[in-house]
């Protein structure tokens, strides 16, 4: 299985980035597709998560109304809109894959990840 996050970079506070995963190895419509994220000095926290389908969608408060999860089962990809960013959003942003059964928040049941793509967000 793999995944790989493109779509990271420096933006300004305001602005807006879309990052995608493309995930290989894996039946990608069976699984629930999830972003994380880990600034300097602190734990990898939830951002947003996705089911198989793509009809039900969870979000970190810290992001809701700013960020939107989407998903391509045609082109096993998923993707996090992100708007009005924030410098706080600054960190290393995981996409992971899970094989359990609803959208979920939790780090330890999703089963793979990716090798992350950084955001940096200017003041």
């Known amino acids: 299985v793999q995944l790989v996050e493109s779509g990271g970079g420096l933006v300004q506070a305001g602005g807006s980035l879309r990052l995608s995963c493309a995930a290989s190895g894996l039946t990608f419509s069976n699984h629930v597709m999830g972003w994380f994220r880990q600034a300097p000095g602190k734990e990898r926290e939830f951002v947003s998560s996705?089911?198989?389908?793509?009809?039900?969608?969870g979000y970190a408060d810290s992001v809701k109304g700013r960020f939107t999860i989407s998903r391509d089962n045609a082109k096993s990809t998923v993707y996090l809109q992100m708007n009005s960013l924030k410098p706080e959003d600054t960190a290393v942003y995981y996409c992971a894959a899970s094989r359990g059964p609803g959208w979920t928040r939790f780090t330890n049941l999703y089963d793979y990840w990716g090798q992350g793509t950084q955001v940096t967000v200017s003041s």
């Open positions: 996705i089911s198989g389908g793509g009809g039900s969608t």
